[in-house]
């Protein structure tokens, strides 16, 4: 089963990706430019908002927003209810609640980028070059890289806990364990250290795709649920939107592994072929490439079956963003 | 006035500080060799506990549990109406409040160590020793103790966002803004940033001090409000904690310059004699030593007026905590 088959049997009408995506990021890119590196002394402002600022797909702010629009979509019962048990007006709650996904989508792109900051470092990938620009090491010295990650990994979780009564505290609290959980030793961080270890190493699927899920995958999943979090959704719904996540960020790796053989550099803004000659296992290196695409799509096929499964009303940006993840070309 | 008058002055019975030191420590390292790497894969765990058990004097926890404790004594009012608002019974709120108090406890510590795991990095001090032992990039490599500091941070947060309907989702939220501000660019990260770009300059003593504040004082400040989140308390309280916490955090940065000059490194358990070396600007360099020691005493008595002015039954341990600070040797 295709993808071109899953879309026509979810059965939605058309959907402008690029109109959607541009709106949402012109929200997303203002509000970084607002808020990073402000009040950051000496030039470690300079060097979080070079990290941060101006480059990037911007991905899992996207995948917050829409999973947060997917679940808010019919909500409002569950909205007028939520509102009255916290004893605000649902304008003022519903306020809150954009406020909410607005900051979650910006915390895990802060994630994002310190980890790409440290993933860069000499004593780690020892890259120069990334989304076409030179490193943020190369730029500013190691020492303010290595602070940069750090500051931008606090201000993450700074984000996520305003002083905004509107926000629920349980919100607020949710997010942040949601975040530190994707970011931290059983999700992102653990992930690159399986990757250090596992250079040279014959690794079977269920290992190459364990790191993966650590790795990449968590991050990508808790955007997911992080926009969920901001609303207000069924069980089932949560249950199915999990389950895109999951398939959603498997196949974000599986690309990401095809793309390095298949892409090159100036396509990529990053260094291609660096997996094969940095002899790390890769799922083109354990499957083959064209297997290795037909699991894509494999994967493609189970996030749309997911969104099908939620019974949420209009689950089409999800849909149209995990098509871009599997069919991109960089 | 002399850190012995001040004792004098606020008249509270003797206190037993190492006997309640050991107590709530042993609480701390039993917590942190529960929790701290749990989950982390590949060599990563073992990093992560390398760099935070059986180590450090583990002040910042201290703070946060004496700080708890002298808002806790005697708010049984309070806790029963914060109770009431919650919907929980009474001994549910004060077990959930203790339990918080000793995730937070944790959870600056976690920050702490991971500062100094990055520190310590080639990038940043080069320092091959500490708390006697080697340092984690020494013992695990350089990139284990980026991912090791980069987890320990992101677990901070996550042990601060237990699923424990016990602590209130406000505490949460409270204890995790309190935490990122105190760690991020505008406290800690921000403070190593003014102190790399300072080397070899002429500060002034204001831009000094501002430095240390946020390097070192936002966190030791950050540890004494969390255990005050913790509890229960009036806003005198809370503005005199505060004082005490700015005070002492300062006192503490103080008496480190007069250390680095005045012990050795076996006393120290890390390098001394390093910031002159490295041409830093310290207090013992601006002022020079008599007056630097003169300025921690007054920075005491600071704190000292602060309890008093603090309206709390009993500031015992806070006040023995800041006579610890600045009357130590190491």
Same mark, same amino acid.
């Given at each position: 089963?295709?993808?071109?088959?899953?879309?026509?049997?979810?059965?939605? @009408?058309?959907?402008?990706? #690029?109109?959607?995506?541009?709106?949402?990021?012109?929200?997303?890119? +203002?509000?970084?430019?607002?808020?990073?590196?402000?009040?950051?002394?000496?030039?470690?402002?300079?060097?979080?908002?070079?990290?941060?600022?101006? /480059? %990037?797909?911007?991905?899992?702010?996207?995948?917050?927003?829409? #999973?947060?629009?997917?679940?808010?979509?019919?909500?409002?019962?569950?909205?007028?209810?939520?509102?009255?048990?916290? /004893?605000?007006?649902?304008?003022?709650?519903? #306020?809150?609640?954009?406020?909410?996904?607005?900051?979650?989508?910006?915390?895990?792109?802060? *994630?994002?980028?310190?980890?790409?900051?440290?993933?860069?470092? @000499?004593?780690?990938?020892?890259?120069?070059?990334?989304?076409?620009?030179?490193?943020?090491?190369?730029?500013? /010295?190691?020492?303010q890289a290595l602070l940069a990650g750090d500051g931008l990994q606090a201000f993450a979780?700074?984000?996520?806990?305003?002083?905004?009564?509107? *926000?629920? @505290?349980?919100?607020?609290?949710?997010?942040?364990? +949601?975040?530190?959980?994707?970011?931290?030793?059983? %999700?992102?961080?653990?992930? !690159?250290? *399986?990757?250090?270890?596992?250079?040279?190493?014959?690794? $079977? +699927?269920? !290992?190459?795709?364990?790191?993966?899920?650590?790795?990449?995958? #968590?991050?990508? !999943?808790?955007?997911?649920?992080?926009?969920?979090?901001?609303?207000?959704?069924?069980?089932?719904?949560?249950?199915?939107?999990?389950?895109?996540?999951?398939?959603?960020?498997?196949?974000?790796?599986?690309?990401?592994? *095809?793309?390095?053989?298949?892409?090159?550099?100036? $396509?990529?803004?990053?260094?291609?072929?660096?997996?094969?000659?940095?002899?790390?296992?890769?799922?083109?290196?354990?499957?083959?490439?064209?297997?290795?695409?037909?699991?894509?799509?494999?994967?493609?096929?189970?996030?749309?079956?997911?969104?099908?499964?939620? /019974?949420?009303?209009?689950?089409?940006?999800?849909?149209?963003?995990?098509?871009?993840?599997?069919?991109?070309?960089?």
């Amino acid at each position: 089963m295709d993808a071109g088959m899953m879309s026509a049997k979810t059965a939605q @009408p058309a959907f402008d990706l #690029a109109g959607w995506s541009q709106h949402h990021l012109d929200r997303v890119e +203002q509000a970084l430019g607002h808020w990073v590196g402000e009040d950051a002394p000496a030039r470690l402002g300079e060097a979080m908002r070079y990290a941060v600022l101006d /480059g %990037g797909k911007r991905l899992r702010p996207l995948l917050v927003l829409a #999973a947060y629009e997917a679940v808010q979509n019919g909500a409002g019962d569950m909205d007028r209810e939520v509102a009255s048990r916290a /004893g605000m007006d649902e304008a003022a709650l519903r #306020a809150g609640m954009d406020e909410a996904a607005l900051r979650a989508a910006c915390a895990v792109e802060l *994630i994002h980028a310190y980890s790409l900051v440290h993933d860069d470092m @000499p004593c780690m990938d020892n890259d120069v070059l990334r989304r076409g620009k030179p490193t943020v090491h190369v730029q500013f /010295g190691e020492a303010q890289a290595l602070l940069a990650g750090d500051g931008l990994q606090a201000f993450a979780f700074e984000l996520l806990t305003p002083e905004d009564e509107r *926000i629920l @505290p349980a919100v607020q609290a949710t997010l942040c364990r +949601q975040l530190a959980r994707a970011a931290g030793s059983a %999700g992102m961080a653990g992930g !690159q250290a *399986i990757d250090l270890a596992s250079v040279g190493l014959a690794l $079977t +699927q269920d !290992q190459l795709r364990n790191m993966h899920r650590l790795k990449t995958g #968590a991050l990508l !999943q808790a955007s997911v649920m992080m926009g969920v979090a901001c609303g207000v959704s069924t069980a089932a719904a949560q249950k199915a939107l999990a389950d895109y996540g999951a398939a959603l960020g498997l196949a974000f790796q599986v690309v990401d592994d *095809i793309l390095d053989v298949v892409a090159d550099s100036a $396509t990529l803004g990053k260094t291609a072929g660096k997996d094969a000659a940095s002899d790390k296992p890769t799922y083109v290196s354990l499957l083959g490439l064209a297997p290795a695409q037909a699991h894509a799509q494999e994967l493609l096929a189970q996030a749309h079956d997911a969104l099908a499964a939620s /019974g949420l009303a209009d689950t089409r940006a999800l849909a149209a963003l995990a098509d871009m993840v599997v069919n991109r070309s960089y």
